[in-house]
């Protein structure tokens, strides 16, 4: 097993190496650069060409990435061309904000989408079950942004429940967490389901049924054990999505994460946040699935890495 480990940390150098000249070379096509930004429109060419040299700009774009890479490398992110601020710093001030947002948001995925997936299998063709897949097709209909916005209106401004901007780890983590949260559990919530009937069909599932167990052992015992694996896929990618794509969602409700913080630096033209940011999202994507991977023979021991 731990050959295999070593040989996907070995695999994702040559990802993690394409993501550093994609990034740097997306950030140079866009019109406009960060010595503009910083100038304003009172700017003149000396001025300009002052800040250029001063952040570097002016360097060829092989120099200017060689530093970059070698720097990185080291875990050197650089500073901000904005704040002057070093981007780890940055990042590590807006990581805590966007983990709690994922992981309040993975808690309601789960929760709700396998408890509905279970039901939804359980009474198959019923009315529960009709209810469950017309909330699995909103869910994966809706676009967060819009059910961002009805829930601002909705929650923030006609009942004046919750608050529908901000940060901190009390209320201003629930709508948020909701919009964030939706699209993942209706897929969770068909997984499960489809998973869950799969599984009811096997032989051994009627024979524990002939044994004359109770339902409910026989789902939460037998079923559901042998039906974890796609759904712990699932949960794994879902969690690695959270973590990298609340974007929208950090932006509709003001949140300082790393999202927020992503929209704000490629506006401003802040290379440096902007590459440090892209390099943490690809590790955290890469890690957690890993993590997955590790994960499986644990939910099914007949999984064997080689």
């Known amino acids: ?85 070093p981007v780890s710093d940055m990042i590590g001030q807006a990581f805590p904000h966007t983990a709690a947002l994922a992981i309040c948001a993975m808690l309601i995925a789960v929760t709700v989408g396998i408890s509905l997936g279970i039901t939804a299998a359980m009474t198959q063709n019923s009315i529960w079950d009709n209810i469950a897949r017309l909330i699995a097709l909103i869910g994966v209909s809706v676009p967060v942004f819009w059910l961002g916005l009805q829930l601002q209106i909705l929650f923030g401004l006609q009942l004046r429940l919750l608050p529908v901007s901000g940060a901190g780890f009390d209320e201003h983590l629930i709508l948020p967490s909701v919009a964030a949260s939706f699209g993942m559990m209706a897929v969770l919530m068909r997984i499960t389901r489809s998973t869950l009937l799969e599984v009811l069909n096997q032989d051994y599932i009627r024979t524990a049924r002939g044994k004359g167990l109770h339902p409910r052992r026989v789902i939460l015992r037998h079923a559901i054990s042998n039906a974890l694996l796609p759904i712990v896929t699932v949960w794994g990618t879902g969690l690695a999505s959270l973590l990298s794509g609340t974007l929208l969602v950090e932006v509709i409700f003001s949140y300082p994460g790393m999202g927020r913080l992503l929209v704000d630096s490629i506006g401003a033209r802040d290379y440096p946040s902007v590459q440090g940011l892209v390099i943490t999202f690809a590790l955290i994507y890469a890690g957690l699935n890993l993590f997955v991977d590790m994960l499986y023979p644990i939910v099914d ?6």
Do not use: C, H, K, W
């Open 301 to 306: 021991p007949r999984i064997r890495y080689a």
């Open 1 to 85: 097993m731990l050959q295999y480990f070593l040989r996907r940390l070995i695999q994702f150098i040559p990802t993690l190496l394409g993501i550093y000249i994609l990034t740097f070379a997306l950030m140079r096509v866009l019109p406009g650069d960060a010595a503009q930004f910083l100038e304003g429109d009172r700017g003149d060419d000396q001025s300009l060409a002052a800040t250029r040299a001063r952040l570097g700009l002016d360097e060829p774009l092989t120099t200017q990435f060689l530093l970059f890479f070698r720097d990185a490398v080291q875990g050197e992110l650089g500073r901000s061309f904005i704040t002057n601020r």
